[in-house]
């Protein structure tokens, strides 16, 4: 793809994300002012709470990152699982399963090793604060030896996506201005000159990712928007963006975040705390004052504030207070239930929503299960994230060195839930998997109502297996947990043992016999005698 093209992409992807910037802006404005240079072109620390009247929103929004980041990317955890997948449960390779699972299991320390070691877990805070509106996205690079993994979560103002084929996006840009002395050292082997007067002058460049369909790669291009010329250029089996749209509509290469859907609530709410702090102001009067000089254009409706008029009502006093109803009747808006709708929608409260009422304990269970179900939902769009992003985690690592990659082994295309996949370790999964344990319990606990001895149970289920699966399921790692083959070693060594102790019995019971019989013969030999 030359230069020119890629350009003409990039203007072409301009439309639909300035529609987008459009749609999310009152999600940042209100949710999350602090971060509205996110989605306007502002200058640094310019103030945007002027309009926001109420933190509702904004807290609501600091409880959504906190909630979907302990469920999808806890911090300083290692969540990272990776484990053989489908295709190794074939007869051919069952054999070796138990082999590779210790080695994933070491795979998987070394990357959650130097996940820990980066700034992942800061990164992944603000990444999901774009997530709010509907699209965050995540460019991971290489670092240095001593850091490898590099993060960024790119501003959606930044960053714009062309769809492709199956809705994948195949194509990302970002634009961003850059010191001339920073590009090489940014970039390593970039090629870029300037005269030494301009090293810190800054110059606008095109940051372009796109996937070639016939050699099944991803390119990474830097271009020089001015002389649109190519500084840098870079080729991986992975994309360096990874992106996640959290809510995805046919047709829109964007997503639809929970933002989205409680802003209407939020701004009802903005504008009631507004009216009722102005209703407040009231309580100083606005006053009318006997005059000659009378200028309409001049009224002023606000506290305090003294009004030229001819007359004033029919004692004619030379002051009087304008009648104002100061009180206006805010309850029947129901504010309460608008805080309580912003905050479930937003996953920050599992509490009910009538405030007026003791909640019982079933209620607040069933709540709690209603946010892990709403979650789940969500989840599925999550699993591609992570699958992304640990793909691309184990491409940059390989590049250092740190993992062998081969292709009759791991690749990064491999981790695709067929070979290999990816088993989270976060508060979700860790809650379905107890809920697997424990349906797996009580059916045991049934087949014993009906089977007390067990006796045919043991003959249904392979209790080898079904516990080490217990255990996996609560989090044992694998290399704690005794293979097939090691469970069959034992056993045979038991049955060995257990043989030869009935052999020494049967031994001791002759030696004990042939001893009686011995015993009668010396007897009655001395009878006889």
Known sequence: MTIEDIIKKFEGSKDEHSKFVELYRDVYKFGMPERYGNIERTDKGVKATDNVFTSVFEEACDGFVQKIQSLLTPVHTSWVMLEPGEIWNNEDLQAKKDDAKDTLSKISDVINTFKDNSNFDRTMSQFYYELI???????????????????????????????????????????QKIKNRLIEKQWEGAKHTYDEQEADKEIEIL??????????????????????????????????????????????TYGRGQGLKVIADCKTLNLLKYYSLVSLSFTLPVY???????????????????????????????????????????????????????????????????????????????????????????????????????????????????????????????????????????????????????????????????????????????????APYILERLGIKPEFIRSADEIAQIEQQEAQAMQMQQQQAMMDDVAMSNAKEEGKANAKAQVER
């Not at 509106?133 to 850091?147: D, F, H, I, N, R």
């Not at 960053?159 to 634009?175: K, L, N, Q, S």
């Open 133 to 175: 509106a509907g699209t965050g996205t995540l460019l991971v690079m290489p670092g240095t030896p001593e850091k490898p993994l590099r993060f960024t979560s790119i501003p959606f103002k930044d960053i714009y996506m062309v769809e492709g084929a199956f809705g994948e996006i195949d194509m990302f840009f970002r634009t």
């Open 207 to 252: 940051e372009a990712t796109y996937y070639d369909y016939d050699n099944k790669e991803w390119n990474y291009e830097i271009i020089n928007l001015k002389d649109k010329t190519s500084i840098y250029k870079k080729i991986s089996q992975t994309c360096p963006f990874v992106e996640f749209r959290w809510g995805k509509i046919t047709g829109e």
């Open 288 to 466: 009318t004052v006997k005059s000659e000089d009378i200028d309409p254009e001049r009224f002023k409706l606000s506290p305090g504030a003294l009004n030229p008029v001819r007359d004033n009502a029919t004692n004619n006093p030379p002051v009087s207070a304008l009648p104002v109803n100061q009180q206006p009747d805010l309850q029947q808006y129901n504010m309460v239930q608008l805080e309580m709708n912003i905050k479930r929608g937003m996953y920050a409260s599992t509490i009910p929503n009538d405030p007026d009422r003791k909640t019982t304990a079933t209620e607040i269970s069933a709540r709690v299960n209603e946010l892990e179900n709403v979650a789940s939902n969500s989840y599925g769009s999550a699993v591609e994230f992570i699958y992304k992003l640990v793909q691309r985690m184990v491409d940059v690592l390989g590049s250092f060195g740190f993992l062998k990659l081969s292709e009759d082994q791991l690749t990064p295309n491999k981790i695709d839930g067929m070979n290999f996949k990816v088993k989270l370790n976060s508060n979700l999964t860790n809650q379905q998997a107890v809920k697997e344990v424990s349906n797996t319990l009580q059916a045991l606990q049934f087949m014993q109502s009906l089977d007390p001895t067990m006796q045919y149970t043991s003959k249904v289920l392979d209790i080898n297996k079904l």
